[in-house]
C-alpha cells in the first residue's frame, strides 16, 4: 500500500515555522506582514477559501483585511480597490479572489496588483521571473506540491514527471518548478491537457504523475505504472457533497508507493503556501532579505 503524504499535518508544520518568522520579523523591524483579501460576489466555495486563508493569517501573527464586494461590482471599482491596495504600506500582499464575475476582466485585474505584493504569484511578471529561471513569488499550489515532495524525500532531480492539466495557476507554473535548476526540481516535465492523445500511455511512463485537471477519479490504477508517485490537486464536488481529487484514490493507492488524499492532501499546503509569499513579500518590501 502506498505511503500517505498528509499536507494537512505537513502544512501545521510550516505554518509554525512561518509564525517563528514572523515574530521574528515584527521584533526585529516592527513590521507585521499583512494580507488583503478581495471577494467578490457570494460565490460559498470562495467564500471558504478566503475565510479559511484569513484563519491561517491570523494563527500564524499575521494582519489580514477582507474587501468583499458584491456581484454587481464594475471592473473600474474593482481596479480602484486593487489600486488603494497597492499604495497602503501596511499590505503586503494582495489575493483577488477567482472566479470573479462574468463583467471583470480577470487577467486585467492580475496584471493591476502591483508585482511586489502579488502573492499568489499570477501575474505576468512574476510567471516572467519564474520562466527565466530566477523566481520571486510561486503560485501557491505549485509550490506545495514541490514542499510535500521535498518534505517526504521524494526525489525529483532526474525523475519524470507527468502533470495532466495545463492552467495558469497549476499546471504550467508547476512545470516551470519542476524544470529549475534548484533542489527540488531538475526533473524531465511532460505537461499533458484535454488535447493530449492518449494520456494513459504518457502517465504510465511517469515517475511522478500530478494530476489538476478538474475531473473526479480520472486517473485509474492502470495508468500508473507500480511503484509511482502520485500527487492529486484535484478538488471535485460530488452529488453527496462530499470532496474528492482526480485520481480514483482507492485503485491507485494499491499499486503507487506514494499518494496524496482529497481532502487533507495538496490543499492545505496552498494555503499555507500563501503565507510563506506573504512573508517572503513583507521581507522585500521593508529592504530585508
Same mark, same amino acid.
Request: proline share 9%.
Given at each position: 500500500m502506498a505511503q500517505i503524504l498528509d499536507g494537512k499535518k505537513l502544512a501545521e508544520t510550516m505554518q509554525a515555522e512561518i509564525a517563528a518568522d514572523v515574530a521574528a520579523l515584527v521584533q526585529e523591524t516592527g513590521v507585521r506582514p499583512g494580507l488583503a483579501a478581495v471577494l467578490v460576489g #457570494? *460565490? +460559498? !466555495?470562495? /467564500?471558504v477559501y478566503v475565510r479559511n486563508k484569513r484563519k491561517a493569517c491570523d494563527k500564524a501573527g499575521m494582519a489580514s483585511w477582507l474587501h468583499q464586494l458584491p456581484k454587481e461590482t464594475t471592473q473600474a471599482e474593482l481596479l480602484a480597490? &486593487? !489600486? @488603494?491596495? *497597492? %499604495? #497602503? +504600506? /501596511?499590505v503586503h500582499g494582495i489575493l483577488v479572489q477567482l472566479p470573479l464575475p462574468r463583467q471583470i476582466d480577470e487577467s486585467a485585474v492580475i496584471r !493591476? &496588483? %502591483?508585482p511586489l505584493k502579488d502573492v499568489d504569484g499570477f501575474g505576468p511578471e512574476n510567471l516572467g521571473l519564474l520562466t527565466a529561471g530566477t523566481p520571486r513569488y510561486v503560485a501557491g499550489t505549485p509550490l506545495g506540491v514541490q514542499q510535500i515532495l521535498i518534505r517526504h524525500n521524494i526525489p525529483v532531480e532526474g525523475r519524470h514527471v507527468v502533470i495532466v492539466g495545463r492552467s495558469n495557476i497549476v499546471g504550467k507554473p508547476l512545470a516551470l518548478l519542476l524544470m529549475q535548476k534548484a533542489a527540488g526540481a531538475n526533473a524531465t516535465v511532460t505537461v499533458c491537457h484535454s488535447r493530449s492523445r492518449d494520456i494513459a500511455a504518457l502517465t504510465r511512463q511517469a515517475d511522478i504523475v500530478v494530476m489538476a485537471i478538474g475531473q473526479a477519479h480520472f486517473l485509474k490504477a492502470d495508468m500508473v505504472r507500480p511503484g509511482a508517485v502520485v500527487i492529486d490537486v484535484g478538488t471535485n464536488r460530488m452529488p453527496d457533497g462530499k470532496l474528492t481529487g482526480d485520481v480514483d484514490f482507492q485503485g491507485v493507492e494499491a499499486i503507487a508507493s506514494a499518494i496524496t488524499p482529497v481532502p487533507g492532501g495538496v490543499g492545505p499546503m496552498t494555503i499555507t503556501m500563501l503565507l510563506h509569499n506573504t512573508m517572503q %513579500? !513583507? @521581507?522585500l518590501q521593508t529592504g530585508g532579505t
Open positions: #457570494d *460565490n +460559498p !466555495a470562495s /467564500q480597490l &486593487v !489600486a @488603494r491596495l *497597492n %499604495a #497602503d +504600506p /501596511q !493591476a &496588483v %502591483a %513579500a !513583507a @521581507r
